[in-house]
């Protein structure tokens, strides 16, 4: 994220340039300079998530409930230091930077796969150096931050840009995040997220201004620099050769200099009257001209020039490619819930046709387990299918009428989008229209948008079983049935684990989940865990789409799932324990665990699945390593008993 080696050459080479502040002090000077009773600090939500997701577990799915609790924590710490905040999150992968998000998500997979083989060798979460964020936490977090009463903005376009053009034009004191693009904007002061001490309110600022003066370099140089130097728009591969010479030419001998050698080389480019200056002195083809060019433009913020271009011209606004299909009044809608923050995946279809995503924790070698991008592709289509219904049919060979998806799973090199298509809702009428999903006032329309919702799971017909039960219910009943009718190796231990964790999880805090003890870590529940969390995002996605016929906050994680406990229902049940057991020994607990059992069994018997047990050989941590199998071949051994728990937090660092 952001320019190449900036941040290692401004913490090692001029630590001059990071500044310690003290963030009370700070809003005081701001406030006083500004005539404004309290100041503001705009928070990079997707810089932040590694800071903010400091669980000891992570590997299991997420630990939700405690993760409110980190971003409660976060939250008041500013509210008592009397600071007001704004976070954004990035709610599109702009094109120009596409090849470097393929990039980092391959890197990832990698970094996944790596997770799984210590796992499958050691039977515990790896330590720190090998965390992988929990599947969704961006597009959760936004909705945590709602509901603890934060402004949440989700962006249109580039996300860093519209932080540090919000964060200028209102006036705001500093941005908080970890991306050197901020040291580049010529914008508020930006904060380190990393350094941030909530108990003392202390971080550091990584001035520009101070970077300006050691490099002697203008502030409207930056953006050049920060192109040479290589970012995400202009990778650092492209100008290797412009660096090369730059420290040939300046007698630097080591690539640590080649910050200083950079900022030479832009010396000796400003206009002089001798000729030949600007960015036409440099060896560079057609293309990466090009490239400079549009990535010195990305950094200029409304009303902001360049020197170093012919024409300032401001990055084009989106364009809505199905605006001649849509009508103005959805897509108008569409863009402001998302900006809003509101709704997941409706903006993206309708303006671009362009949806994407990230990693998820999934164990590449498993071939009983689809990734999840192909297990929820039937809910998707039927997502694209609420969302683009008033498309002209498919005869019309002016429209592709597919959604393009990059979407990360083992296999998929991402060299190209996949398509796919929308799919009508299997339901007698036609899909209701989104004018009046979204629009209409009709007291009758909240159980239309209640059946169009199920319709997308293809739980029409158990309409009338499932809203007897409450919100965050309805949701692990639609999406456990969903799994179990759509993987092909889904157990009733697998079912019962999924079940017995969303009932138990409705009585505990977020500290007696903290205590869930798990005696080891099995690679296939870890997956289950994460193909469960990110199927919930495809529910709030299905929400946006049919109009909210449920309140979002109770279709959220911390609502419905806990990673430890989970894992731990999971070993529980594949060990053959009693269903008493499972439940803790509660008869309310059990009573409800059964109608909800019952009603996933009948949707699968309806749908043609008889689901039947076939308990999993647990293997244990102290025992030998879990010997290589044939990929056909199932485990399907009776476990051991259950053996005695160990506190999974002293195995973490």
Same mark, same amino acid.
């Given at each position: 994220?952001?320019?190449?080696?900036?941040?290692?050459?401004?913490?090692?080479?001029?630590?001059?340039?990071?500044?310690?502040?003290?963030?009370?002090?700070?809003?005081?000077?701001?406030?006083?300079?500004?005539?404004?009773?309290? $100041?503001?600090?705009?928070?990079?939500?997707?810089?932040?998530?590694?800071?903010?997701?400091?669980?000891? $577990?992570?590997?299991?799915?997420?630990?939700?409930?405690?993760?409110?609790?980190?971003?409660?924590?976060?939250?008041?710490?500013?509210?008592?230091?009397?600071?007001?905040?704004?976070?954004?999150?990035?709610?599109?992968?702009?094109?120009? !930077?596409?090849?470097?998000?393929?990039?980092?998500?391959?890197?990832?997979? !990698?970094?996944?796969?790596?997770?799984?083989?210590?796992? !499958?060798?050691?039977?515990?979460?790896?330590?720190?150096?090998?965390?992988?964020?929990?599947?969704?936490?961006?597009?959760?977090?936004?909705?945590?931050?709602?509901?603890?009463?934060?402004?949440?903005?989700?962006?249109?376009?580039?996300?860093?840009?519209?932080?540090?053009?919000?964060?200028?034009?209102?006036?705001?004191?500093?941005?908080?995040?970890?991306?050197?693009?901020?040291?580049?904007?010529?914008? +508020?002061?930006?904060?380190?997220?990393?350094?941030?001490?909530?108990?003392?309110?202390?971080?550091?600022?990584?001035?520009?201004?101070?970077?300006?003066?050691?490099?002697?370099?203008?502030?409207?140089?930056?953006?050049?620099?920060?192109?040479?130097?290589?970012?995400?728009?202009?990778?650092?591969?492209?100008?290797?050769?412009?660096?090369?010479?730059?420290?040939?030419?300046?007698?630097?001998?080591?690539?640590?200099?080649?910050?200083?050698?950079?900022?030479?080389?832009?010396?000796?480019?400003?206009?002089?009257?001798?000729?030949?200056?600007?960015?036409?002195?440099?060896?560079?083809?057609?293309?990466?001209?090009?490239?400079?060019?549009?990535?010195?433009?990305?950094?200029?913020?409304?009303?902001?020039?360049?020197?170093?271009?012919?024409?300032?011209?401001?990055?084009?606004?989106?364009?809505?490619?199905?605006?001649?299909?849509?009508?103005?009044?959805?897509?108008?809608?569409?863009?402001?819930?998302?900006?809003? $923050?509101?709704?997941?995946?409706?903006?993206?279809?309708?303006?671009?046709?362009?949806?994407?995503?990230?990693?998820?924790?999934?164990?590449?070698?498993?071939?009983?387990?689809?990734?999840?991008?192909?297990?929820?592709?039937?809910?998707?289509?039927?997502?694209?299918?609420?969302?683009?219904?008033?498309?002209?049919?498919?005869?019309?060979?002016?429209?592709?009428?597919?959604?393009?998806?990059?979407?990360?799973?083992?296999?998929?090199?991402?060299?190209?989008?996949?398509?796919?298509?929308?799919?009508?809702?299997?339901?007698?009428?036609?899909?209701?229209?989104?004018?009046?999903?979204?629009?209409?006032?009709?007291?009758?329309?909240?159980?239309?948008?209640?059946?169009?919702?199920?319709?997308?799971?293809?739980?029409?017909?158990?309409?009338?079983?499932?809203?007897?039960?409450?919100?965050?219910?309805?949701?692990?009943?639609?999406?456990?049935?969903?799994?179990? +009718?759509?993987?092909?190796?889904?157990?009733?231990?697998?079912?019962?684990?999924?079940?017995?964790?969303? +009932?138990?999880?409705?009585?505990?805090?977020?500290?007696?989940?903290?205590?869930?003890?798990?005696?080891?870590?099995?690679?296939?529940?870890?997956?289950?865990?994460?193909?469960?969390?990110?199927?919930?995002?495809?529910?709030?996605?299905?929400?946006?789409?049919?109009?909210?016929?449920?309140?979002?906050?109770?279709?959220?994680?911390?609502?419905?799932?806990?990673?430890?406990?989970?894992?731990?229902?999971?070993?529980?049940?594949?060990?053959?324990?009693?269903?008493?057991?499972?439940?803790?020994?509660?008869?309310?607990?059990?009573?409800?665990?059964?109608?909800?059992?019952?009603?996933?069994?009948?949707?699968?018997?309806?749908?043609?699945?008889?689901? +039947?047990?076939?308990?999993?050989?647990?293997?244990?941590?102290?025992?030998?390593?879990?010997?290589?199998?044939?990929?056909?071949?199932?485990?399907?051994?009776?476990?051991?008993?259950?053996?005695?728990?160990?506190?999974?937090?002293?195995?973490?660092?």
């Amino acid at each position: 994220m952001g320019v190449k080696g900036l941040q290692y050459f401004m913490e090692s080479c001029c630590p001059e340039a990071c500044l310690p502040v003290d963030l009370l002090q700070m809003a005081a000077t701001h406030a006083k300079a500004h005539h404004q009773t309290t $100041a503001t600090v705009v928070v990079d939500g997707m810089a932040c998530l590694r800071y903010w997701y400091r669980c000891q $577990a992570w590997v299991h799915g997420g630990q939700w409930q405690e993760y409110m609790h980190f971003l409660e924590e976060f939250v008041g710490a500013f509210t008592r230091a009397g600071l007001r905040l704004v976070f954004f999150f990035d709610g599109t992968v702009e094109e120009q !930077k596409r090849a470097e998000w393929v990039k980092r998500r391959l890197r990832v997979n !990698k970094d996944i796969a790596r997770m799984f083989q210590y796992i !499958k060798n050691h039977c515990q979460q790896p330590d720190r150096d090998m965390f992988c964020l929990p599947s969704g936490l961006a597009t959760f977090s936004r909705f945590a931050l709602k509901s603890l009463g934060q402004e949440v903005w989700c962006s249109v376009r580039e996300g860093d840009y519209e932080i540090a053009q919000f964060a200028l034009s209102n006036n705001c004191m500093a941005i908080l995040g970890n991306d050197t693009d901020f040291v580049i904007y010529d914008t +508020v002061p930006y904060l380190s997220i990393a350094k941030l001490k909530l108990e003392s309110m202390t971080t550091v600022q990584f001035s520009r201004e101070k970077l300006c003066n050691i490099l002697k370099l203008q502030k409207s140089d930056l953006p050049l620099f920060a192109c040479i130097l290589g970012n995400d728009i202009v990778p650092e591969h492209h100008l290797q050769h412009v660096r090369k010479n730059a420290l040939s030419s300046y007698g630097k001998k080591h690539q640590g200099d080649k910050v200083h050698a950079v900022a030479k080389l832009i010396n000796s480019l400003h206009p002089n009257g001798d000729g030949i200056h600007g960015i036409s002195a440099l060896p560079l083809s057609k293309a990466d001209k090009e490239a400079v060019e549009k990535g010195i433009q990305s950094y200029l913020l409304p009303g902001q020039m360049s020197p170093w271009l012919d024409s300032n011209l401001q990055p084009p606004e989106p364009v809505c490619v199905m605006k001649k299909y849509i009508n103005a009044d959805i897509l108008q809608a569409a863009k402001e819930k998302h900006m809003r $923050a509101e709704c997941f995946i409706s903006y993206n279809v309708l303006y671009d046709g362009v949806v994407e995503c990230s990693n998820t924790l999934e164990d590449e070698e498993d071939v009983e387990l689809s990734p999840q991008a192909i297990l929820y592709q039937p809910i998707r289509e039927h997502i694209y299918g609420v969302l683009l219904s008033a498309l002209p049919d498919s005869h019309d060979h002016d429209h592709d009428l597919s959604v393009k998806e990059w979407f990360v799973f083992s296999g998929n090199p991402l060299k190209e989008p996949n398509k796919v298509a929308p799919k009508a809702l299997n339901i007698p009428e036609r899909t209701p229209d989104l004018m009046t999903l979204w629009f209409g006032k009709n007291s009758e329309l909240k159980s239309v948008r209640v059946f169009t919702f199920l319709a997308v799971f293809d739980l029409q017909d158990f309409s009338q079983d499932i809203i007897h039960f409450e919100t965050p219910l309805v949701t692990v009943i639609c999406l456990v049935a969903y799994i179990a +009718v759509q993987a092909k190796h889904i157990s009733l231990e697998d079912i019962d684990a999924y079940l017995s964790q969303a +009932v138990c999880i409705r009585y505990k805090s977020y500290t007696e989940l903290q205590q869930t003890k798990v005696p080891e870590v099995d690679p296939r529940a870890v997956q289950l865990g994460s193909l469960f969390v990110r199927g919930l995002t495809y529910l709030v996605a299905a929400n946006s789409a049919c109009g909210f016929p449920f309140p979002m906050n109770e279709l959220m994680p911390w609502k419905t799932f806990d990673g430890l406990l989970f894992h731990s229902k999971y070993l529980q049940a594949h060990s053959g324990c009693p269903k008493e057991e499972l439940l803790e020994g509660n008869p309310s607990w059990t009573s409800l665990f059964q109608s909800l059992r019952e009603l996933v069994l009948e949707v699968c018997r309806r749908r043609g699945f008889n689901i +039947v047990s076939q308990p999993r050989r647990v293997q244990h941590a102290h025992m030998h390593r879990p010997r290589s199998r044939h990929p056909n071949r199932r485990r399907y051994h009776l476990a051991p008993r259950w053996p005695q728990y160990q506190n999974p937090r002293s195995d973490f660092h």
